[in-house]
């Protein structure tokens, strides 16, 4: 089981790009959350997907989109690029939507933007 | 609204010391209580998590932490640490009621042991 995949492993963007990242769930997983990292904080929930449809959304703007495909992978979409989106980009899946149960994250997309 | 305070940025102890990692949230309904390790390079790792039932949750790799229902807090201890415990840990929460389960991480706390 290769758990949670997340590509590309690095990239560089400069102001006023749109990037995609992508993840791939564990298998068996049907749910789909992102997190934004900031250097030197916790991570911070983006959205989560399940069903193909955005379920739950925190505090980040429109230019933070998403999508989920038939087979559970999901990508991260960031329009209109601000130095303040430098970051690292943690995928997480889990079973279900519940919120207790264990969710296994990839080892992200280290975000650099110029 | 959420929130999670990590009191200490940095703890730095000795190997095969106890230590302890504190944690303290502030929340208006009741939460679910989690704690995460990040290797370097690496994502987020579950340690342990409280659901309901006793205080005292026992976690991977000789962790513990207690749930003080009182004082808002789930300190994360382990009796003696080893070198590869060195890892960023983080607390979370996540509400129970309301239909939303979005998740408030601490800053996190750098464990650092030395030999």
């Known amino acids: 089981d290769a758990g949670v995949t997340q590509s590309p492993t690095h990239l560089i963007k400069t102001r006023g790009q749109q990037v995609t990242l992508r993840c791939s769930p564990k298998s068996g997983h049907d749910t789909v959350s992102w997190y934004q990292q900031a250097l030197g904080q916790g991570p911070q929930f983006i959205f989560q997907y399940y069903e193909e449809e955005e379920r739950q959304r925190g505090n980040f703007p429109d230019r933070f989109s998403g999508h989920q495909f038939p087979n559970y992978s999901s990508e991260l979409n960031v329009n209109a690029l601000l130095l303040g989106d430098s970051a690292l980009y943690l995928c997480?899946?889990?079973?279900?939507?519940?919120?207790?149960?264990?969710?296994?994250f990839g080892p992200g997309t280290r975000l650099t933007v110029l | 609204a959420q929130s999670v305070t990590q009191l200490d940025s940095q703890v730095p102890v000795f190997e095969e010391a106890p230590v302890e990692l504190r944690c303290n949230y502030s929340?208006?309904?009741?939460?679910?209580l989690f704690w995460y390790v990040q290797y370097p390079n690496q994502g987020l790792q579950l340690l342990l998590k409280?659901?309901?039932?006793?205080?005292l949750v026992k976690g991977i790799n000789g962790f513990e932490a207690e749930f003080n229902k009182s004082q808002t807090s789930f300190h994360l201890r382990k009796p003696s640490v080893h070198i590869s415990d060195t890892a960023e840990y983080f607390c979370a929460v996540i509400p129970i009621s309301g239909g939303s389960y979005i998740p408030t991480f601490g800053r996190g706390t750098s464990l650092i042991v030395h030999p």
């Open positions: 997480a899946s889990s079973v279900d939507r519940s919120s207790y149960n264990e969710q296994f």
């Open positions: 929340s208006s309904v009741s939460v679910y």
């Open positions: 409280y659901l309901s039932g006793s205080t």
